[in-house]
T-cell receptor, first 110, second 114 residues
Framework: TQLLEQSPQFLSIQEGENLTVYCNSS?????LQWYRQEPGEGPVLLVT?????EVKKLKRLTFQFGDARKDSSLHITAAQPGDTGLYLC??????????FGTGTRLLVSP | ETGVTQTPRHLVMGMTNKKSLKCEQH?????MYWYKQSAKKPLELMFV???????ENNSVPSRFSPECPNSSHLFLHLHTLQPEDSALYLC?????????????FGPGTRLTVT
């Protein structure tokens, strides 16, 4: 069974702080996606990384795919209350199936 | 309407009831998915449909019965559910197999089985 472990599980920080969320697996994925889910809503796609070592930036969010395509990280600079939510990574097994991570719940307080 | 819509947003049903969840996508995609999201568990894939044909059933109990009449609509028929089936049921869509596997989710149906 392919597993994606995310850490930390919970993160409570003050506005303006920086943070990093990790997504780790022993499996190789053809691509990896990051989603953010707010209470009462479905996950919203943030980014897809495809190439080992790839780095993508989305405003204050920086996503990196590991060289071996087994892990990924999400770094948020100067977090804002609007960043609050559940962050999910999802690895593409190459068979139209996404394996979702265990999730990181982020709370950013003003 | 844009994106992926789901109805109802909330549903409470008894174990002997029969109900259906509906999903509609307005993205021109050809693949649709049902997921289950329970507390403290990762999102679980239930079913995959490509061009209206079921291509994946992830060992889902028969009390969950999917239906895909066309590439834009997906239903999940529910009958004789158990309390442990209470969860958020999410629908998603993506382009056809072989292309991007980026999936776009609906807002979900919060199901409570009493």
């Amino acid at each position: 069974t392919q597993l994606l472990e995310q850490s930390p599980q919970f993160l409570s920080i003050q506005e303006g702080e920086n943070l990093t969320v990790y997504c780790n697996s022993s499996s190789v994925f053809s691509s990896l996606q990051w989603y953010r889910q707010e209470p009462g809503e479905g996950p919203v796609l943030l980014v897809t990384v495809v190439t080992g070592g790839e780095v993508k930036k989305l405003k204050r969010l920086t996503f990196q795919f590991g060289d071996a395509r087994k892990d990924s990280s999400l770094h948020i600079t100067a977090a804002q209350p609007g960043d609050t939510g559940l962050y999910l990574c999802a690895g593409n097994t190459g068979f139209q199936k996404l394996v979702f991570g265990t999730g990181t719940r982020l709370l950013v307080s003003p | 309407e844009t994106g992926v819509t789901q109805t109802p947003r909330h549903l409470v049903m008894g174990m002997t009831n029969k109900k259906s969840l509906k999903c509609e996508q307005h993205l021109g995609h050809n693949a649709m998915y049902w997921y289950k999201q329970s507390a403290k568990k990762p999102l679980e894939l239930m079913f995959v449909y490509n061009f209206k044909e079921q291509t994946e059933n992830n060992s889902v109990p028969s009390r969950f019965s999917p239906e895909c009449p066309n590439s834009s609509h997906l239903f999940l028929h529910l009958h004789t559910l158990q309390p442990e089936d209470s969860a958020l049921y999410l629908c998603a869509s993506s382009q056809a197999p072989g292309q991007s596997y980026e999936q776009y989710f609906g807002p979900g149906t919060r199901l409570t089985v009493t």
